[in-house]
């Protein structure tokens, strides 16, 4: 069977015969793989016309729907995925980080949409005033790039790898084209059939390459971006491409690094936390084979456990069943094809001139299941590293599988330096129950790894583990990680798009950015905004209410109530050095009596108080002061209808803004309420 690439939205066969890929535990021949025929300069001119065309003119929301279905839809399917993936030498535990935690990545940015507008751009940090009239103001907005995200792939998750990087730009409005590393392609090609075949994408928003890159990069252009995850020499060779430079193109690099793991000085033998320590090592060497970019490199441990950590993982290590991963109760799988293999032993040999061999063989080792002869299977190897300071290669060479080094320390200040000599990673944990040496680690460390476990008996029952990225925290790393950054939540949407400035009126920028900027021109009308259902309101529409007269009674009685008997609102002998000539009503109070200024008392299109997003009291309030309200549309984000309701509703988001007889801001605050559709009844 030869796989077809997905192109200008039809499926294409390669011409030629291919690279044959093999079952890893087998060597059965599964597929031949070719990308020879593809126009590259073709396939991103139609992302850019096509897939940008359809996606950039949708909003945040609709994107984050589109993101939920499709993940819906793959879950439904996933066991055809597993299938395929036990034949890249993965166990089923291996598959579901990279075939359900892929689809997570799908439904963790659905609901990042919550956090932006319902527009197809969106306004970003706070404005910035530009004259002292007010007049004049700047902000930023984001926008889609008007490219393709080209993502050039591992071979160690072709789902994953996938998903979590076209869950962020498909969200930020962007068109995809992937292209998997070609070994483990078929899986790949496997999930985009049923992603195509669903619908749900907009046409141009998914391209597949299952074969050789050649010269996909020298057609990109600088609305592209260009995301690479496998080793550093590959990367730099990509990244230091003439095109990429010239037109600046936007370039993610994520390269396999050297991470490490500190034990503690107080997680001894016998504590929990090394209990945790031995298992966390145990996991991060065998998940996978060892075949990921965030696994376990360097176990750096108090030179006085090194014997305990040695044994202990040893012990660990061998109740790991090797085999097909198709086979019950295989824990390790296999290498990803003989020619990982024989590059992983390279490595390891290379390692052995540093490090003396203190579990595992590289040869003489059982498997329960599959073919030892043609699969690409492997023992766990654990080296020792004695003279860390000296021995230098455990910090610069790294066998792509599962092989670690265990190297001492004699204080923190020595594995902080340990740390650092991988010269950047995308992740570091350290296994402590000491809140002290937890916080001297980080800071010391954080400059050099792109993100940082803190392990204990406490966070170990739920912790996700040290190699496991999560969808809305970044992942990336300085250094030899590649200095770059994916996911991320709203950081790896920024990503995709262009920030730009923009300068104008008030008025002008709140017509922009579709979110009422202060000082902007007023929306006035007869009908109580609280009257309105959620598409009559207009943004910049504003209420300017009655006026109340604030009273010692008031400043009394509500201390009464709220049980708030702060000295500044009950003690007028305690004023002496504070910023108050006399008492000072509560500012919850004021925020109270203005609610009561604009609140429209009749049932109506309204439903609930939803929330206060923002709050602050700029001048006392004392007893004799009138008070008045400006109560404006600030935003609108419409909400999709729950299966259990039978109303439609949106949250709107109100500038309250709370002036004196004197016309100054006393309170200014962003409320946000729940308002029903119009022609939808509760």
Request: aromatic share 8%; with cysteine.
């Amino acid at each position: 069977m030869k796989l077809k690439n997905y192109a200008l939205g039809r499926w294409v066969e390669g011409v030629g015969d291919g690279q044959i890929l093999r079952d890893a535990s087998t060597g059965d021949a599964i597929a031949t793989a070719t990308s020879d025929g593809l126009d590259f300069g073709e396939m991103l001119d139609y992302g850019r016309r096509v897939g940008n065309q359809n996606l950039r003119k949708l909003t945040f929301q609709e994107r984050g729907r589109m993101l939920k279905a499709l993940a819906l839809y793959l879950l439904d399917r996933k066991n055809k995925y597993y299938e395929a993936s036990y034949k890249t030498g993965a166990t089923k535990g291996d598959s579901w980080v990279d075939i359900e935690g892929g689809i997570g990545n799908l439904f963790a940015n659905a609901s990042l949409r919550r956090k932006f507008p319902d527009l197809p751009y969106f306004t970003e940090g706070e404005p910035v005033g530009l004259s002292k009239g007010g007049t004049f103001m700047g902000h930023h907005i984001l926008v889609p790039k008007e490219g393709v995200a080209v993502h050039i792939n591992a071979f160690n998750f072709p789902i994953w790898g996938m998903l979590e990087k076209c869950a962020v730009n498909w969200l930020a409005g962007m068109p995809a084209i992937v292209k998997p590393a070609t070994l483990t392609s078929f899986l790949t090609q496997t999930m985009v059939e049923d992603i195509v075949a669903s619908g749900i994408l907009p046409d141009g928003a998914l391209q597949l390459i299952c074969g050789n890159a050649r010269t996909l990069i020298d057609h990109v252009n600088y609305q592209d971006v260009v995301t690479f995850t496998g080793s550093a020499s590959t990367g730099i060779m990509l990244k230091s491409n003439k095109n990429i430079i010239e037109n600046a193109v936007p370039f993610n690099m994520e390269a396999d690094s050297l991470n490490c793991i500190i034990l503690g000085h107080d997680a001894a033998p016998g504590t929990s936390e090394f209990d945790v320590f031995i298992k966390e090592v145990r996991r991060e060497m065998t998940t996978k084979c060892g075949q990921k970019c965030t696994a376990i490199r360097r176990i750096i441990v108090p030179e006085d456990y090194m014997e305990d950590v040695q044994i202990q993982i040893g012990k660990a290590l061998n109740g790991t069943v090797i085999g097909d991963p198709r086979a019950e109760g295989v824990r390790m799988g296999a290498l990803a094809g003989k020619d990982q293999l024989q590059e992983v032993k390279i490595k390891i040999n290379e390692l052995m001139q540093h490090s003396e061999l203190v579990y595992g063989d590289m040869d003489n080792f059982e498997i329960a299941h599959g073919n030892k002869e043609k699969g690409a299977f492997i023992s766990p190897i654990l080296l020792r590293n004695d003279r860390p300071f000296d021995q230098i290669g455990s910090h610069e060479i790294e066998a792509f599988g599962p092989v670690a080094t265990i190297m001492p320390y004699k204080n923190m200040d020595e594995a902080i330096a340990l740390s650092k000599m991988g010269k950047g990673s995308l992740c570091s944990s350290i296994v402590t129950y000491d809140d002290h040496l937890a916080t001297e680690y980080v800071i010391s460390a954080a400059t050099n790894h792109g993100r940082i476990l803190v392990l204990n008996r406490e966070s170990a029952v739920e912790s996700t583990g040290h190699g496991s990225p999560m969808p809305l925290l970044v992942h990336g790393g300085p250094g030899r990680a590649g200095g770059g950054e994916e996911m991320g939540g709203i950081r790896g949407v920024r990503h995709y798009m262009q920030r730009c400035a923009i300068q104008g009126t008030p008025t002008t920028l709140t017509a922009i950015t579709q979110q009422y900027q202060y000082g902007g021109k007023f929306k006035q009308e007869h009908i109580h905004p609280f009257k309105k259902y959620f598409e009559d309101l207009e943004i910049g529409e504003t209420l300017i209410t009655h006026k109340r007269t604030v009273t010692d009674a008031d400043i009394v009685n509500f201390a009464n109530v709220s049980w708030d008997h702060f000295y500044a609102h009950t003690d007028a002998t305690s004023l002496e050095g504070t910023p108050f000539s006399q008492r000072v009503a509560h500012g919850y109070f004021v925020l109270s009596a203005a609610a009561g200024l604009f609140v429209d008392a009749a049932k109506g299109p309204v439903m609930l108080n939803y929330g206060l997003d923002e709050c602050r009291f700029t001048k006392p309030v004392y007893a004799g002061s009138t008070i008045g309200v400006r109560l404006t549309v600030k935003e609108k984000i419409a909400q999709e209808k729950k299966e259990d309701e039978d109303y439609q509703k949106g949250i709107v988001k109100w500038l309250v803004d709370v002036y004196d007889e004197t016309g100054d801001t006393v309170a200014i605050a962003t409320i946000l309420t729940m308002v029903k559709l119009r022609g939808v009844v509760a």
